[in-house]
């Protein structure tokens, strides 16, 4: 496979369920994200890891745990969502996290639905 | 606070020419990115200027005016599969990537 994988595509949780979202990349890029993405609303950027160090947070809440094993793969861990949490869930990845053009590649998404 | 400005929605004809316009108002500037998303799917990368001035790639082409804090996509020789949605995003001076809501594109026949 090529490119950004995510899985599962779809995931329908309760709220008291634990469940995560998978990530992986084959670009040989050093720098991994995930987004938050909600309809007719800007892109959320939840958590950045380069060479696997967490580089930012912003200020999401503890209900999601992000983990990064590697350069290539990215989780993310879900447990006692809000139904508000509900959105399209986008995995990236990029050469240089950095000052570059850091261009970055996305996956497809993971669509969470919390009852 | 910083802010990017794109249209909702747009809706164009088979065959014509749209223009997408992206304004921004940032805590400096280091680069300013076009993406395309159909739906269900990735967003995937479009375009990236830096400099002032259009940036002509295929039927797509982008321009820059930093003065003024303004961006335009131009798509020419519109086809059915140009439906999508497409998103304008600037890096500040922390080379932090600051996010439009996205501008929805139809093309109609």
């Known amino acids: 496979e090529t490119g950004v994988t995510q899985t599962p595509r779809h995931l329908v949780m309760g709220m008291t369920n634990k469940k995560s979202l998978k990530c992986e990349q084959h670009l040989g890029h050093n720098a991994m994200y995930w987004y938050k993405q909600s309809a007719k609303k800007p892109l959320e950027l939840m958590f950045v890891?380069?060479?696997?160090?967490?580089?930012e947070n912003n200020s999401v809440p503890s209900r999601f745990s992000p983990e990064c094993p590697n350069s290539s793969h990215l989780f993310l861990h879900l447990h006692t969502l809000q139904p508000e949490d509900s959105a399209l869930y986008l995995c990236?990845?990029?050469?240089?996290?950095?000052?570059?053009?850091?261009?970055?590649?996305f996956g497809a998404g993971s669509r969470l639905t919390v009852l | 606070g910083q802010n990017i400005d794109q249209p909702t929605e747009m809706t164009a004809t088979e065959g014509a020419i749209v223009q997408i316009n992206c304004t921004y108002q940032t805590s400096g500037f280091n680069g300013l990115f076009w993406y395309q998303q159909h739906a269900g799917e990735a967003p995937t990368f479009l375009s990236y200027?830096?400099l002032d001035g259009l940036e002509e790639k295929g039927r797509f082409s982008s321009f820059l005016s930093r003065s003024k804090g303004y961006s335009y996509l131009l798509l020419k020789e519109l086809q059915m599969k140009d439906s999508a949605s497409y998103l304008c995003?600037?890096?500040?001076?922390?080379?932090?990537?600051?996010w439009g809501a996205g501008t929805k594109l139809i093309i109609k026949p």
């Open positions: 200027n830096v």
């Open positions: 990236a990845s990029s050469q240089d996290g950095g000052r570059g053009a850091n261009v970055l590649t």
């Open positions: 890891y380069n060479f696997k160090e967490q580089t």
């Open positions: 995003a600037v890096r500040d001076s922390n080379y932090q990537l600051i």
